[in-house]
């Protein structure tokens, strides 16, 4: 279901601005009216199930790319054309592959790229940084690295949306790191308005954690785990720095945008969407991950886990093909010091020297 939020100074503003954005069809969901310095407002959301133009839009092939060909935002043949690609892939890479003279770079370089190739970084990233090393001797491997992993440390200034989500597979560490993501902000700035959003209310046990430290914590609780709740939590929260969302995991056949729709998540219009997931999952794992929980939002990648991780290739292979800023790591089960934001040195101390935010400094960590 497509769903919008519409405001106007009277419901018969908001009523014409719905029927010409939405057409006939559209059902009235919520309908909130007061005054205010400006004068008077009303606010309507509407849903639409899924309009025939956009369905024809992916189906033609305009999709975002996420997915299985199960009509939830990917074309049909999705799958089969991604794996074939795949497998063209692999037999280009096999041919180039010859081609990466290790040789030919300065003694140094050469031993930074073997190092990353058995930590798993992906042959696409080992070949662009051959050539950029090749014939630069005195190019230190990190600038092109630098390049290839942008960075967005979480914090407020620097992530300035106010509705923040968490998404990723279950039991990827999304509820803890939410609560992670709030305390840090809570203790910067004691006086900043947060709310923590349970949207994954079919699951008690991240219902219980969120409440108990949003008590704690003098942050406000809400649940949202349909488009009418959702609508007005963003209703409620007008007022706050931050929203922070704690969305459920995605089902097998499902993409981002199955539980965009299921919720309403259009009507956030200041949204950043974060995925959080752990460099212990397969190469393959991860791509399809990728894949899956691909938005169209800005957002970033949270590692979490990391204590439980033998190799970071994957940090460097996913920013290369995700083109998403990594924002945080997240490195203990416990909720407390166990969440750094993201900063050049960390990543490069924990995937050339496996250090942890808290073996170079156990002070680390929000
Ligand atoms: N070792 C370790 N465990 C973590 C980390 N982050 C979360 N966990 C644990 O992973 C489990 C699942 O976390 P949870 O936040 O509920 O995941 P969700 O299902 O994605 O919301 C819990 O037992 C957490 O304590 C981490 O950085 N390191
Ligand atoms: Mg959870």
């Known amino acids: 279901m497509q769903v919008k939020t519409f405001t106007g100074p009277d419901a018969k503003t908001v009523l014409a601005r719905i029927k010409q954005e939405m057409g006939l069809e559209a059902v009235i969901l919520s309908k909130h009216e007061g005054a205010d310095d ?45 794996r074939e690609w795949s497998e063209i892939r692999e037999h280009l890479l096999a041919l180039m592959k010859p081609g990466i003279q290790l040789d030919e770079l300065a003694p140094r370089q050469r031993v930074a790229l073997e190092y ?40 407020e200034e620097e992530w300035p949306q106010h509705c923040h989500a968490l998404t990723g597979p279950f ?27 349970n949207a994954d ?64 998540l259009g009507t956030a219009r200041d949204l950043a969407v974060h995925l959080v997931l752990t460099p212990s999952y397969a190469p393959a794992q991860l791509t399809a991950f990728m894949r899956q929980y691909v938005t169209d939002c800005p957002g970033s990648i949270i590692w979490t886990k990391l204590d439980e991780a033998c190799t970071f290739g994957a940090l460097v292979s996913l920013a290369a093909s995700s083109g998403l800023p ?16 993201a900063r050049d040195v960390t990543i490069w101390r924990l995937l050339f020297k496996h250090q942890l935010p808290c073996d170079a400094d156990p002070r680390n960590g929000m």
């Open 171 to 197: 039991g990827a560490g999304k509820t803890s790191t939410l609560i992670r993501m709030a305390i840090s902000l809570r203790s910067r700035r004691p006086d900043i308005r947060i709310c923590i959003v």
């Open 116 to 155: 990353l190739e058995r930590e798993g970084v992906d042959n696409v990233v080992l070949l662009s940084l051959f050539r950029r090393l090749h014939k630069s001797p005195n190019l230190s491997v990190l600038v092109p690295l630098s390049e290839i992993v942008p960075l967005q440390p979480w914090g």
């Open 201 to 264: 209310c079919e699951r008690g046990n991240g219902r219980l954690l969120l409440k108990h430290y949003a008590e704690l914590s003098d942050i406000t609780y809400l649940e949202a785990g349909d488009p009418v709740s959702f609508a007005n939590m963003l209703r409620e929260t007008r007022d706050y720095d931050k929203v922070l969302i704690d969305l459920p995991g995605l089902g097998r056949n499902d993409t981002f945008s199955t539980i965009a729709d299921k919720l309403g």
């Open 326 to 341: 990594v924002s945080a790591l997240s490195f203990g089960p416990g909720l407390k010091n166990t969440l750094i934001a």
């Open 38 to 82: 400006g004068g008077p407002w009303c606010e309507m959301t509407a849903g639409l199930e899924r309009s025939a133009t956009s369905v024809k839009k992916m189906s033609s092939g305009n999709g975002n790319g996420n997915g299985n060909g199960n009509g939830s935002g990917t074309p049909t043949g999705w799958n089969e054309w991604h």
